[in-house]
C-alpha cells in the first residue's frame, strides 16, 4: 500500500519568495525543491486573501503573482474557515486577464480580511484589558477580601462580554481606516486599541471604588448622587490610576516587572481556560495562545499581518498536512505545535 505524501503549505511570504517578487538571503537557493522532494506543496486561503489585498503590488506585479499561484506549483488549496476564499473566479480573471472581475474580486478579500482581522482585534483587546482587570485586582489586594476580589471579577467579566460587538466594530472601524487609500493601518489599530484600553481603565477603577464602598453596582450610581460624587472623588486621586492614565501608553503598565506575577497568573488562567473549552487539536490551541499572549510579556508589538499568521497556522487541523514559515517568532511556536512542520521550516536554511 502507497502512503499519500504529505501536504505542506507556505505561508504567504514563503509564496512570494517563490514567486520572484520578495528575497529572503536566508533560505538556501534550492529550498523550495528541498520541499518538493518530501512533500506536495500547497497554499491556503488566507494567502489567497493577504495578494488580493496587498495595496502596494502594482498591477503588473500582482497578474505574475497569480499567474505563479495558478502554474500548477501548488497542487491544491487549504480552504481555512476563519478566513476562507473560493480561488476558481481568481484564476480564471487572471487567465483572461479581468481587470474588473479582479477588481471586484479584491473588493470581496478585503472585506472579508476586515472581518477577520476586527474579531482577532477584539480579541487582542480582550486579552490586553483582562490582565489590566487582574492587574488592578492584585494591586488593591490589601484592601479587597476574597469576597470583594471575586464580586469585582465577575463584574468585570460582565462588562467585557456585554460589549463584545461594541469592541469588535470598534476595530472594524480602525481598519476601514487603515485599509483606506493613504490610510496607517499599524497606527490607527494601535491608537484604537490604546483608546480602548483607557476607557476600559476608567471603568474598572469606577467598579474598584464601588466595591470599596460596600460592594455597590454601576447601576447605584444613577440613584445616589453622593455616591457618585465619592467614588469618581476616588476615583480620580487614585495614585494607581492617575499613574496609567497619566502614560502615554497606558497598555505599557502590564509589562511592568512588578506586575509581572499578576500578568503571569492570568496568562496561565487563561491558556488553561482555553485547553478545557476548545475541540481545536491542542498543539496548534497552544500556538494560538502562546504566540497571542506572548506580547503581554515581551511588549512586542501586534504586527499587521498577526491575523493572517495565525489563521494560516490552522491549516495543521487539516488531515495530513504540515506548515512551513521563514518567520522565527511562528517558527518558535510551531515546535510544540507540529514538530515535523518545525523542522520542515528550520530545513529551509540549511546550508546545501
Not at 482585534?121 to 470583594?148: C, N, P, T, W, Y
Not at 462588562?159 to 461594541?166: A, I, K, P, S
Request: charged share 25%.
Amino acid at each position: 500500500m502507497v502512503t499519500a505524501r504529505k501536504r505542506i503549505v507556505l505561508d504567504t511570504n514563503l509564496f512570494y519568495y517563490s514567486s520572484g517578487l520578495e528575497v529572503d538571503l536566508r533560505l538556501r537557493g534550492d529550498w523550495a525543491d528541498v520541499l518538493r522532494e518530501r512533500y506536495s506543496l500547497s497554499l491556503s486561503s488566507p494567502t489567497l486573501v493577504e495578494v488580493l489585498t496587498r495595496s502596494d503590488l502594482g498591477e503588473a506585479q500582482l497578474w505574475s503573482c497569480l499567474d505563479h499561484m495558478f502554474s500548477g506549483l501548488f497542487e491544491d488549496f487549504v480552504q481555512i474557515g476563519y478566513l476562507p476564499f473560493d480561488q476558481v473566479p481568481v484564476r480564471l480573471a487572471a487567465q483572461a486577464r479581468d481587470a474588473e472581475a479582479l477588481g471586484s474580486l479584491r473588493e470581496a478579500a478585503l472585506q472579508l480580511r476586515i472581518d477577520c482581522e476586527s474579531e482577532f482585534l477584539r480579541f487582542v483587546a480582550f486579552v490586553l484589558i483582562g490582565g489590566l482587570f487582574s492587574v488592578v485586582i492584585e494591586a488593591k489586594h490589601d484592601r479587597l477580601d476574597a469576597e470583594m476580589a471575586g464580586r469585582l471579577n465577575r463584574q468585570l467579566n460582565a462588562l467585557l462580554n456585554g460589549n463584545v460587538e461594541m469592541v469588535r466594530e470598534s476595530m472594524r472601524s480602525a481598519l476601514v481606516q487603515g485599509y483606506a487609500p493613504g490610510g496607517k493601518r499599524d497606527k490607527i489599530v494601535e491608537d484604537r486599541l490604546q483608546c480602548l484600553f483607557s476607557s476600559f481603565t476608567h471603568v474598572a477603577f469606577v467598579n474598584l471604588h464601588l466595591a470599596l464602598h460596600g460592594g455597590a453596582f454601576v447601576g447605584d450610581l444613577q440613584a445616589s448622587a453622593p455616591l457618585t460624587s465619592r467614588v469618581m472623588r476616588d476615583v480620580e486621586s487614585d495614585e494607581f490610576y492617575g499613574q496609567i492614565k497619566a502614560d502615554q501608553h497606558p497598555m505599557s503598565i502590564l509589562r511592568k516587572q512588578r506586575h509581572r506575577g499578576a500578568v503571569s497568573n492570568y496568562i496561565d488562567k487563561m491558556r488553561e481556560d482555553f485547553c478545557a473549552n476548545s475541540l481545536m487539536p491542542q498543539g496548534v490551541l497552544r500556538f494560538f495562545v502562546d504566540h497571542l499572549l506572548a506580547g503581554l510579556q515581551s511588549g512586542t508589538k501586534y504586527r499587521k499581518n498577526d491575523a493572517i499568521d495565525l489563521v494560516l497556522a490552522f491549516s495543521l487541523t487539516a488531515s495530513n498536512t504540515l506548515f512551513v514559515t521563514n518567520d522565527e517568532r511562528v517558527i518558535a511556536a510551531l515546535q510544540t505545535a507540529s514538530p515535523e512542520s518545525y523542522v520542515a521550516s528550520r530545513s529551509l536554511r540549511e546550508a546545501s
